[in-house]
């Protein structure tokens, strides 16, 4: 039985967030954390300004601290890897950093002596995790309400990915090239995680071209979940999406991560779809062939697969600011810098999106957006 406690909150003044988060982790049934070491991680896809929407923000990660602490929680870590993050790096510009330093908390860097872990239902991948992972008794996901433009949505099980530290997670894209296959990633590493516990801040969240240069969008809710999975169906739902349509809660539903959820305690997700909410569009052609037969396709007529169902970005020129991230960040080398322009080779494309993530000018755009 999933219960997914969904509770309003309509803006992010502080009194009126630590009700709305006490509220949602009790009626979700919170795990005890009394004398427990519990390690938050919030989505920090870039350290950008909160009024971007692209961060959990701070007021809730702050209430979660402070509930977690009323809790009797002895010691409370908070951290991220964002893709480019420099090992000195703290998230001061989204306000998570000074949460830390003014509510007692640590942050950790994920960088340090990442240890290599197999990940289950890749075909034996293993890839390097935050080593901190054991020393703590329990992870809770604090995702943000945001689209994706791979994967449609991103929530409690992608925002895992982050234990991943930074530059060793755009390379998955190239060994995990569709929708499929890197959802099984996602939920191999969910499934090593554990999460026991997820919140998420769907006060402003994201629709649109997300997860990095979508638009900020008021929702006015907070979910709460024991089951990561669970979680992120109901926002599926409340987002218009067909959740079993999401390839990361198709594949943690095949591979019993979690489950749909049954019990709603307080809204009910069915009950607060969004009608106009900006979706990235589905791949409605090609999503049962692929369901039934990706997984006995290797090599290149998967890239050539690809290649044809997903556009390569655009790049603009006028809002590019030159700062070269995205040569950085891409993982098929499919980008240069000429007179001040980036030019792409869309043979070498793996249409991955990692550019478009880390974008700090919205000069990228990928042309999957509908209106429902
Ligand atoms: S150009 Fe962008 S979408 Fe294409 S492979 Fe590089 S990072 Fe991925
Ligand atoms: S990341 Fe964006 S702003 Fe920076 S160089 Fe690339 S396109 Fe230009």
Redesign the pocket.
């Known amino acids: 039985m999933s219960t997914v406690a969904i509770v309003r909150c309509e803006s992010y003044d502080q009194i009126a967030v630590d009700a709305a988060v006490h509220e949602a982790c009790l009626l979700a049934n919170m795990p005890n954390v009394a004398g427990k070491t519990i390690l938050l991680k919030p989505n920090i896809l870039s350290d950008a300004k909160e009024d971007r929407s692209i961060t959990t923000n701070s007021q809730v990660v702050r209430s979660m601290v402070r509930l977690l602490k009323e809790q009797g929680a002895k010691r409370i870590l908070i951290g991220d890897s964002p893709g480019l993050q420099k090992p000195s790096f703290l998230p001061k510009a989204c306000g998570i950093y000074e949460v830390c330093t003014q509510e007692g908390a640590e942050w950790v860097d994920f960088t340090k002596q990442p240890r290599l872990t197999s990940i289950p239902y890749t075909h034996g991948k293993q890839l390097p995790l935050a080593s901190i992972l054991d020393e703590v008794d329990m992870v809770f996901s604090l995702p943000k309400f945001k689209t994706h433009q791979l994967m449609y949505t991103t929530g409690a099980v992608k925002n895992l990915f982050g234990l991943v530290p930074n530059l060793y997670k755009?390379p998955c894209?190239?060994q995990f090239p569709t929708r499929e296959q890197f959802a099984a990633l996602m939920v191999g590493i969910a499934t090593v995680v554990k999460p026991s516990f997820s919140l998420m801040d769907g006060i402003i969240g994201m629709e649109g071209p997300g997860p990095a240069n979508g638009r900020p969008r008021h929702v006015g809710l907070l979910l709460a979940s024991c089951d990561a999975l669970a979680l992120d169906y109901a926002q599926a739902t409340i987002m218009g999406y067909e959740p079993k349509s999401i390839p990361i809660i198709a594949e943690g539903l095949r591979r019993s991560l979690g489950s749909a959820p049954t019990v709603y305690p307080a809204l009910d997700a069915r009950q607060l779809i969004l009608p106009d909410f900006l979706r990235i569009e589905m791949d409605k052609k090609t999503r049962f062939f692929h369901s039934l037969i990706i997984p006995f396709l290797v090599g290149k007529y998967v890239r050539w697969k690809v290649k044809r169902e997903r556009k390569?970005?655009v790049f603009l020129p006028d809002p590019c600011i030159q700062c070269r991230k995205?040569i950085d960040?891409?993982?098929?080398?499919?980008?240069t810098m000429e007179h001040k322009r980036i030019i792409?080779?869309?043979s070498?494309?793996?249409?991955?999106?990692?550019?478009?993530e880390v974008c700090p000018a919205s000069a990228?755009a990928?042309d999957e957006v509908i209106t429902s």
């Open positions: 755009s894209h190239v390569a970005p995205c960040i891409c993982p098929a080398n499919a980008l792409i080779d869309p070498v494309c793996i249409r991955c999106y990692c550019c478009h990228i990928v």
